[in-house]
């Protein structure tokens, strides 16, 4: 059995597609997806020889050598393309996520990978910004609660051509859908950091997500308001105007 992370992320690739996992470590998923009969093959890539050597022990463990291809390399670089229809990135942050996108996309890797499902720990505003600016829509996203820890994860596909794609992305940030009191360019931010759908859809758990980080950053507050320096005014400004965006934006969630 695997966590409900894992599952949720196995649960968004389409059935019969030759997965890719990059940042395998233990190739849990790849096993999974392979055992469970979702998919017939797929790639474990791993850049460090601790979690390569775990990811080749968990497939020869699971009896699938032939199946799961464990290879070592950076990000998509380990892919040929037209090798995989399905890419997962996962349990990594944003930036380094859309950094192995961007490099393994202007390396043509990504050529014939029509789905990508993609679960950032944190930064998710950067991997929807990606998404937009390489023409691929996201088609959902779902926030799952694990452990005391709260996972995003996101689903999005190559859409027709790029005039299609751009249509789709430009009513799917569409700011104007947005009751809120601040500049087209703030909500425009707020569609990215809390993910279209999930603010759309009001998720309980993205409230939960937010009052948190609220939480977070009133202690913050708190500390800098113990030192006396103009420059921890200026931070505690800048953090007080912060606070008050995620408080009107989780105001207008239905
Ligand atoms: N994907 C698994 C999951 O979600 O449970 C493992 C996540 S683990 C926290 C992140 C993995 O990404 C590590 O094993 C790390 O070695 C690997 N990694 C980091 N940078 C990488 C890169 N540029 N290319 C491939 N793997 C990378």
Known sequence: KI?????TIADFVRAGARAADIGSDHALLPVYLVQSGKCPTAIA???NIGPFQAARKGAAEAGLTALIDVRQGDGLSVLSPGEADTVILAGMGGSLMTD???AGWAAGRLNGVSELVLQPNVGEDHVRRWLVSRDYVLQEETIIEEDGRIYEVLHALVCGDQQEAQAC?????NVSSLPLKMPDASRKEWL???GPYLLHNGE????KKWRMELDKLERVRRQLSLSALDESRDKQAVLAGEMQQIEEVLECLP
Not at 3 to 7: E, T, V
Not at 204 to 207: G, Y
């Open 192 to 194: 990215f950091r809390m």
């Open 204 to 207: 309980e758990l993205l409230r």
């Open 45 to 47: 890539g791993e850049l």
């Open 3 to 7: 966590s409900k992370r894992l599952q």
């Open 169 to 173: 992305n430009s009513r799917l940030y």
């Open 100 to 102: 192995i996108l961007e």
